[in-house]
């Protein structure tokens, strides 16, 4: 049974020991939005037929629900090719063709930080956001709309290094809170000057190097805090509990409930 929220609460596909299909429809009288997991590598896909294309657009209908897509996490988006268009950039609008009719919320999106590893200059951080700034653009064409791309904060480089391509284009933003916290930095701050521009938030534990984990994990206070927040702000995007297991996503779900519940 969904409750009424001010922001839709979503999970991931992928929390039941099951195919994606089996998930969405044990899910969807549970939450308001799915984050739709899609792969396709070394021959394997999950992407969906025009069957499965169908049956996810009536669950939607009949249940409220909205999907957020999670583009392949192997895209190379800000490879530095001289301009020119990656071959990754062909498997996400693959992707985004295969589920555009589903009007997803958001195409969350990650900015590959290959070239940010070693040796960075100022003159490889600028060429690195301009064939980021391209390559976005290149997928915005393809889902026609730069405001549903979400772009991802990841834990292995800085979001200080994409965060001035908001100048540049309209796109909105994914904030991963499990991904600041295995950075070892607070993510309220950023979330409070950016929550205009972010379209989905990620909520997840982290522990031992491990993250994806349950709520629990979450330091003390962090999510009545960021409850609070998304209440203060009026957000009305999505708040995706993005764990994969039935065991942490009840909990986790039960935990934000509890807690909107104590809330006049």
């Given at each position: 049974?969904?409750?009424?929220?001010?922001?839709?609460l979503?999970?991931?596909?992928?929390?039941?020991?099951?195919?994606?299909?089996?998930?969405?429809?044990?899910?969807?009288?549970?939450?308001?939005?799915?984050?739709?997991?899609?792969?396709?590598?070394?021959?394997?896909?999950?992407?969906?037929?025009?069957?499965?294309?169908?049956?996810?657009?009536?669950?939607?209908?009949?249940?409220?629900?909205?999907?957020?897509?999670?583009?392949?996490?192997?895209l190379?988006?800000?490879a530095?090719?001289?301009?020119?268009?990656?071959?990754?950039?062909?498997?996400?609008?693959?992707?985004?063709r295969?589920?555009?009719?589903?009007?997803?919320?958001?195409?969350?999106?990650?900015?590959?930080?290959?070239?940010?590893q070693?040796?960075?200059?100022?003159?490889?951080?600028?060429?690195?956001?301009?064939?980021?700034?391209?390559?976005?653009?290149?997928i915005?064409?393809?889902?026609?709309?730069?405001?549903?791309?979400?772009?991802?904060?990841?834990?292995?480089?800085?979001?200080q290094?994409f965060?001035?391509?908001?100048?540049?284009?309209p796109?909105s933003?994914?904030?991963?809170?499990?991904?600041?916290?295995?950075?070892?930095?607070?993510?309220?701050?950023?979330?409070?000057?950016l929550?205009?521009?972010?379209?989905?938030?990620?909520l997840?534990g982290?522990?031992?190097?491990?993250?994806?984990?349950?709520?629990?994990?979450?330091?003390?206070?962090?999510?009545?805090?960021?409850?609070?927040?998304?209440?203060?702000?009026?957000?009305?995007?999505?708040?995706?509990?993005?764990?994969?297991?039935?065991?942490?996503?009840?909990?986790?779900?039960?935990?934000i409930l509890?807690?909107?519940?104590?809330?006049?």
């Amino acid at each position: 049974m969904k409750l009424q929220l001010p922001f839709r609460l979503g999970s991931t596909s992928y929390v039941y020991p099951a195919d994606m299909m089996t998930n969405v429809r044990r899910l969807s009288p549970l939450v308001d939005d799915v984050e739709l997991v899609l792969f396709e590598v070394d021959g394997q896909s999950n992407l969906p037929s025009q069957v499965i294309v169908a049956e996810l657009k009536a669950l939607a209908s009949a249940h409220n629900l909205t999907y957020t897509v999670h583009l392949p996490l192997d895209l190379r988006v800000a490879a530095c090719d001289d301009g020119q268009r990656h071959s990754s950039m062909d498997k996400a609008c693959c992707v985004i063709r295969s589920t555009r009719s589903l009007n997803p919320w958001a195409y969350v999106i990650h900015l590959d930080g290959t070239e940010l590893q070693v040796g960075l200059t100022s003159a490889t951080l600028a060429r690195w956001r301009d064939q980021a700034a391209l390559s976005l653009e290149m997928i915005g064409q393809e889902v026609g709309d730069l405001r549903l791309l979400a772009v991802e904060n990841l834990e292995n480089y800085d979001p200080q290094a994409f965060l001035p391509l908001l100048d540049r284009l309209p796109v909105s933003l994914c904030v991963d809170v499990g991904h600041f916290l295995k950075r070892g930095e607070d993510t309220l701050p950023y979330l409070q000057a950016l929550l205009g521009r972010t379209r989905v938030v990620h909520l997840h534990g982290f522990r031992d190097g491990r993250d994806h984990r349950g709520l629990d994990l979450l330091p003390d206070g962090l999510l009545t805090q960021m409850l609070d927040l998304l209440l203060a702000a009026h957000y009305h995007g999505v708040l995706t509990v993005e764990v994969f297991t039935e065991h942490h996503f009840s909990r986790g779900r039960e935990l934000i409930l509890t807690l909107m519940g104590e809330r006049p």
